[in-house]
T-cell receptor, first 119, second 113 residues
């Protein structure tokens, strides 16, 4: 099955700096790569995702890049703010759609990165 | 707004007890999932269900079972709780059309003594 490795396990930055979290996956058939953010004591929430037909996707201060050849993808946060402090999880899956339009696929998550942004 | 509700936020049980963790979603989602979250190990899939009365094993099903008698409810069962099942348990749901986006519950922190 799919295996996802995430690094670093902890990351500490100063407010305004950039933060980068990297993940590698094992199954070359994986085609969907989401990132979830979990603030302290709260539920994980999807913040950005990318599919294998694109190499980069941006949403304001966050971006995700994908290198299919090397089987790795990364989360980039620019101009970090204290409210970015959280645990970030990457994930990968093989997303398939059948003839009826039903999409299915189960996510395999990385180990998580604790990001701390110091004011 | 999607709401995924887990019945207990904190639970303390004794070794050998049968434990039920309940999850209810109110958005008519077809897919439901149970994950456990442990520091340094991320989120690991225990069981999932794509339809009523349907279940499939995830990556770590040993020691667990599930029940899905109604579309909105997905229960995780620990047949005989053990100390190594002390963990945070997260339920999630998603639609069949865009199933990859998971909506999580708040989690149940289970301690087995």
């Amino acid at each position: 099955g799919e295996n996802v490795e995430q690094h670093p396990s902890t990351l500490s930055v100063q407010e305004g700096d950039s933060a980068v979290i990297k993940c590698t996956y094992s199954d070359s058939a994986s085609n969907y790569f989401p990132w979830y953010k979990q603030e302290l004591g709260k539920r994980p929430q999807l913040i950005i995702d990318i599919r294998s037909n694109v190499g980069e996707k941006k949403d304001q201060r966050i971006a995700v890049t994908l290198n299919k050849t090397a089987k790795h993808f990364s989360l980039h946060i620019t101009e970090t703010q204290p409210e970015d402090s959280a645990v970030y999880f990457c994930a990968a899956t093989i997303s398939r759609t059948n003839a009826g339009g039903t999409s299915y696929g189960k996510l395999t998550f990385g180990q998580g990165t604790i990001l701390t942004v110091h004011p | 707004d999607v709401k995924v509700t887990q019945s207990s936020r904190y639970l303390v049980k004794r070794t050998g007890e049968k434990v039920f963790l309940e999850c209810v979603q109110d958005m008519d989602h077809e897919n439901m999932f149970w994950y456990r979250q442990d520091p340094g190990l991320g989120l690991r899939l225990i069981y999932f269900s794509y339809d009523v009365k349907m279940k499939e094993k995830g990556d770590i099903p040993e020691g667990y079972s599930v029940s899905r008698e109604k579309k909105e409810r997905f229960s995780l069962i620990l047949e005989s709780a053990s100390t190594n099942q002390t963990s945070m348990y997260l339920c999630a749901s998603s639609t069949r059309v865009a199933n990859e986006k998971l909506f999580f519950g708040s989690g149940t922190q289970l301690s087995v003594l």
